[in-house]
Nanobody, 115 residues
Framework: QVRLVESGGGLVQPGGSLRLSCAASGSIRNIYAMGWYRQAPGKQRELVARITSGRITNYVDSVKGRFTISRDNTKNMVYLQMNSLKPDDTAVYYC?????????WGQGTQVTVSS
């Protein structure tokens, strides 16, 4: 089973940028779709973005035009570039397969957008 480890979160001011990284312990080449998810305090975890092996991407409406998901199968990495961050983007961000599998959830990385 592939283990996923997220990194790159932090505290950023509104309008700022962060790049999240998801490192897989094994090959993701044959995994059809990967996703970035987030869970804000008191809310359910939601899918933010997903990317297929053919680089087809989809985003939740609230991040369209601001976030970009990408994957590098040669490095077994998935990325989430987040620009024009808003306080509503504050959450713990996770990567997982799409659809998500329970056993693949990692610790996530905290993103806090605040002035």
């Amino acid at each position: 089973q592939v283990r996923l480890v997220e990194s790159g979160g932090g505290l950023v001011q509104p309008g700022g940028s962060l790049r999240l990284s998801c490192a897989a312990s094994g090959s993701i080449r044959n995994i059809y779709a990967m996703g970035w998810y987030r869970q804000a305090p008191g809310k359910q975890r939601e899918l933010v973005a997903r990317i297929t092996s053919g680089r087809i991407t989809n985003y939740v409406d609230s991040v369209k035009g601001r976030f970009t998901i990408s994957r590098d199968n040669t490095k077994n990495m998935v990325y989430l570039q987040m620009n024009s961050l808003k306080p509503d983007d504050t959450a713990v961000y996770y990567c997982n397969l799409y659809p998500a599998l329970e056993t693949y959830w990692g610790q996530g990385t905290q993103v806090t957008v605040s002035s």
